[in-house]
């Protein structure tokens, strides 16, 4: 059930996170105070959402370190570009392989992105309030399901629009600022 694909997720966020912070020198870890956080459908315990996981690599200032870079390379992932609410955003992909698992061909996607990102910190907020507070996790899922119905013709942009009925996303996007595209 919910509860066995949570736990299966998090041990494979885990494995991920080990593989590829071991990669990174803890002189730059320190300096750089680079931090993971599993963000996402994936990190809110019977949250409804695919299966595909999502977690941030945070640092403190722009540019991202060259090691932690270098690390997702090493493990397997691959850069493709900025994400579209900001240019700092830096996404990298990998097909999960996990034969027997629910998360085998799964994208598994990580953004390297400063931690004062505005939408970062949406990321992580909303997942830390769905988890802690019940009303706040029905508030997300109910938007979540309603505009799931745009994904049914394949409007992935059309599902992020409409996920904002959300009260708790209204609110941490006036508390952190709307996102935005990236700038003309």
Known sequence: GINAEYGEIKEFIAEEKDAILSRVPAEITESKEVRWEHV????????????????LILFNEYPPPREVFDALMANGF????????????????????REGSRLHEAIFKIHLTPATLGASRILIETRDRCNANPADFE??????????????????????GA??????????????????????
């Open 40 to 55: 996402g459908s994936t990190s809110i315990k019977g949250m409804p959402g695919t299966i595909f996981p999502d977690s």
């Open 78 to 97: 691959t850069f493709i570009g900025s994400g579209p609410i900001h240019p700092s955003d830096l996404w990298f992909l990998k097909k999960v392989n």
């Open 163 to 184: 996920k904002m009925a959300s009260k708790l996303l209204q609110e941490l996007a006036q508390k952190y600022g709307k996102p935005v595209g990236p700038p003309k």
């Open 139 to 160: 508030d997300y899922k109910n938007a979540k399901v309603e505009a799931a119905k745009h994904l049914e013709s394949g409007n992935i942009m059309g599902y992020k």
